[in-house]
Nanobody, 120 residues
Framework: QVQLVESGGGLAPVGGSLRLSCAAS????????MRWDRQIPGKQRELVAS???????TYADFVKGRFTISRDNAKNTINLLMNSLELEDTAVYYC??????????????WGQGTQVTVSS
């Protein structure tokens, strides 16, 4: 099994920054698309950003120009740099990714989430 663990969440002021990191471990042969989602209490989980194995990125409209997604295949990590944080960014952030395992199985894994709280 492939496991994902998020870190870097916490409390930040409006206009501040946080860097989230997601570390993958397990029987990984290759990583494909990787994503960051978030869930605000009472709302459906939504896509924040994604990056393909080729490096193409996609951002939700509400984070364009503020957040940057990146990946490090050598370290099996995905990062999300969050700048110009707004109150509405308060949510639990989850990473998820698609993998080819060493057993030649395709697997999608999700992390447990990390809380981001933005306050004035």
């Amino acid at each position: 099994q492939v496991q994902l663990v998020e870190s870097g969440g916490g409390l930040a002021p409006v206009g501040g920054s946080l860097r989230l990191s997601c570390a993958a471990s397990g029987n990984i042969r290759r990583m494909f698309d990787m994503r960051w989602d978030r869930q605000i209490p009472g709302k459906q989980r939504e896509l924040v950003a994604s990056v393909t194995s080729g490096g193409s990125t996609t951002y939700a409209d509400f984070v364009k120009g503020r957040f940057t997604i990146s990946r490090d295949n050598a370290k099996n990590t995905i990062n999300l740099l969050m700048n110009s944080l707004e109150l509405e960014d308060t949510a639990v952030y989850y990473c998820n990714a698609d993998f080819l395992t060493t057993g030649s199985q395709f697997q999608t894994s999700w992390g447990q989430g990390t809380q981001v709280t933005v306050s004035s």
